[in-house]
């Protein structure tokens, strides 16, 4: 079996051989020689007897006795010995019976013999024509049965038939064709995503007959090296079994409840590669001499059908899949709500993988996981919009939280805390990871009520999920660009009414003053007016310039990034490790967004993080400008919780950038920000 596990790879079945002329042949013979020992047998005892009844016995008597025993011959012996004996008996008769009588001299032996040879030739050639004759029609009617079972089987086909329909059938014309009492026809499965188990299964996919009701079509069967399917797969070739073999392994109950006596494993070849195994069972002692030839002819071109199934089935599901796609982008397009485009991604995943639930999850920042929608069966523990935290180690969702990877569990009464979704009547379920711009986003689960999923589901999902990943991070970006937008006219409205409430309270009250001072006055204004009059004009001038810095820094104007963040990292409450490998000017929206993202991280550090020290490096690589802004604090820093990181992605992702913050519990803060350099206005 080492080739099995090593996943059946391509093989060619030689083909069994025919019991044919060969076997005639050596048949011939064998009869050839028993024919011109009973011609000499035959002749010694007519002469005998001949020699004997001379006097006594009536010619006419003596000639009946023969033809009746020419007769006997013939009935249970064939041509191949009644010719022979019915020669010899007659020259026997001639020669000792009626006068002149002859005398057993070398001539007469001679003579005898040849009419023996020419007897046991022409009754052999007889013979051989005869068996050819019945062979041929035999195999007419053969060819005509194949021929009547493969129209069926190609009927379904051409009209577009599922594959459960067509295997189905090719189980039912097999059972017809060789007259079993049941039929089975299995596919290999593909191995394990995890690769935790090893060994090779057969799924059924079509039965007949009596193994219908204990193998029924979605049974998996582990091989076994006892058992015909797994010789037959191991060979290439069909295996027989019979006996006490046959009631050992998975199958010994199900043989003994049935009454199969002997079976015939044929392998399915596909395309050059071993596809499954087809298993024909019967209640007599043994199937006739040829049912394996018969068996394989039919199975190699059967095959034919599977595949042309097999890549009918694949082209409705891409179309399927396609359709599903469309209609998920009609949703994106149209700016449907977010909750109608999870919605129906999940039921479009239930309909192509599952026949019991999928679920949509999304991790949030927390540690928590948030059930956004949810599509076939339901229970007490499930409500959309639900946070969960503290789900069990061994389920699906911290599976896929903690490696960001596909994972499944194969039956739910075997793991912690499955209790729940055997109460939904859910056996088995796999989950995949849902990857938006780059970060694990969420994860898509499927449970099926029926079993344990196929094992290449994982595959189905991947070819699926990575294209729906892409609807759902549309629809995620479209409404964090909406999200975005409202923030960025909130911030310069409220960025206006603060400078028009200085400039009211501030620098516009004193110029109001002053010149209120001025009008009041009689008479020329003295020295010391003018004087207090310039002070006051120069407080107003300083007031406007603290003013003009919270709004850009001037010395961001004047001298560029590296020595703007030097400034900052002089002004920090937090000692800064600062590393700026930038020499040129970059465009000033550039500039302006970089520093406010180190001025933010600074701040914060100083206020929340209580942390002993921060690194800052910035370079430009590649046509973008990256930095990095990490510190030793206590972590936790979210960024939907604080309008200060909000405001600054927004400014960044207007831009082109992105900025990412990971603040773990504990771990300290770090940010990553990412700016192009180079066409930006």
């Avoid at 009701?213 to 290439?236: C, H, K, N, W, Y």
């Avoid at 034919?304 to 899949?321: C, G, H, P, S, V």
Wanted: with cysteine; charged share 20%.
């Amino acid at each position: 079996m080492e080739r099995a596990r090593a996943g059946l790879g391509r093989v060619r079945r030689p083909r069994t051989a025919r019991l044919g002329s060969g076997w005639f042949r050596r048949q011939l013979v064998v009869e050839v020689f028993g024919a011109l020992a009973a011609g000499v047998v035959a002749f010694v005892l007519a002469a005998i007897v001949c020699s004997a009844a001379r006097d006594h016995v009536p010619a006419v008597v003596l000639g009946a006795a023969a033809l009746l025993v020419v007769f006997v011959v013939a009935r249970f012996g064939g041509i191949m010995f009644a010719l022979p004996v019915g020669v010899v008996i007659v020259q026997a008769f001639d020669w000792y019976f009626l006068p002149p009588l002859r005398v057993l001299d070398a001539a007469t032996v001679f003579v005898l013999s040849l009419f023996l040879l020419t007897a046991v030739i022409v009754g052999a050639a007889t013979t051989e024509i005869g068996r050819r004759a019945v062979a041929s029609e035999r195999a007419r009617g053969d060819l005509a049965e194949e021929q009547a079972a493969l129209r069926h089987v190609a009927t379904l086909v051409a009209t577009g038939a599922r594959p459960a329909e067509v295997f189905t059938a090719v189980a039912d014309e097999l059972a017809k064709l060789i007259g079993a009492e049941a039929t089975l026809v299995a596919r290999i499965e593909p191995p394990s995503e995890s690769g935790a188990d090893s060994a090779v299964y057969l799924c059924v996919v079509g039965s007949y007959g009596q193994v219908s009701d204990g193998v029924p079509v979605g049974f998996r069967i582990r091989l076994q090296p006892e058992m015909a399917m797994a010789a037959a797969l191991e060979t290439g070739k069909p295996a027989r079994i019979t006996g006490g073999l046959l009631a050992t392994g998975q199958f010994g109950a199900i043989a003994d409840k049935v009454g199969v006596r002997a079976a015939i494993a044929t392998p399915i070849v596909v395309g050059g590669s071993q596809w499954g195994v087809t298993v024909a069972g019967t209640s007599r002692l043994d199937f006739p001499a040829g049912t394996e030839s018969r068996m394989a002819d039919f199975i190699e071109l059967a095959a034919i059908a599977i595949a042309n199934t097999q890549a009918e089935q694949k082209l409705r599901e891409l179309a399927d899949t396609q359709a599903s796609l469309r209609r998920l982008a009609m949703l994106v397009a149209q700016a449907e709500p977010p909750e109608a485009v999870f919605s129906a991604v999940t039921k479009e995943v239930l309909r192509h993988f599952g026949n019991g639930t999928a679920r949509m999850i999304r991790f949030e920042a927390d540690g928590t996981a948030t059930l956004l929608a949810n599509e076939g069966t339901t229970g007490p523990h499930v409500r959309v919009g639900k946070r969960w935290e503290g789900y069990p180690p061994t389920g699906l969702t911290a599976t896929v939280f903690r490696t960001g990877q596909a994972a499944r569990v194969d039956d739910y009464g075997d793991v912690l805390g499955g209790e729940p979704y055997l109460r939904e009547g859910i056996r088995s379920a796999v989950a995949m990871p849902v990857h938006v711009e780059g970060r694990l986003w969420g994860l898509i689960a499927v449970g099926s009520g029926h079993g344990q999923l196929p094992a290449d589901t994982e595959q189905r999902m991947t070819e699926f999920t990575d294209l729906v990943a892409t609807a759902v991070a549309n629809a995620h970006a479209r409404t964090e660009l909406m999200t975005s937008r409202a923030r960025i006219v909130a911030a310069s409205d409220e960025a206006r009414r603060r400078i028009e409430r200085d400039l009211h309270d501030g620098a516009q009250q004193r110029l109001v003053a002053l010149v209120l001072g001025l009008g009041a006055r009689q008479g020329p204004p003295t020295d010391e007016d003018v004087a207090e009059v310039a002070r006051e004009l120069t407080e107003v001038i300083d007031e406007l310039r603290e003013m003009s810095r919270g709004i850009h820094p001037a010395i961001l104007s004047e001298s560029g990034l590296r020595p703007a963040l030097r400034g900052l990292m002089r002004r920090s409450a937090v000692p800064v490790q600062l590393d700026v490998r930038i020499d040129e000017r970059l465009p000033e929206p550039v500039e302006v967004a970089a520093y406010y993202v180190v001025s933010e991280m600074l701040t914060n550090a100083a206020k929340h993080a209580s942390a002993s020290v921060v690194e800052v490096t910035a370079e430009v690589a590649g046509g973008r400008l990256r930095m990095e802004v990490c510190d030793d604090g206590v972590g936790g820093a979210d960024p939907a919780h604080g309008s200060g990181l909000v405001g600054l992605q927004d400014r960044v992702a207007a831009l082109g950038g992105r900025l990412l913050v990971h603040s773990p519990p504990g771990g300290g803060t770090t940010a990553w920000c990412e700016l192009p350099v180079r066409d930006t206005h």
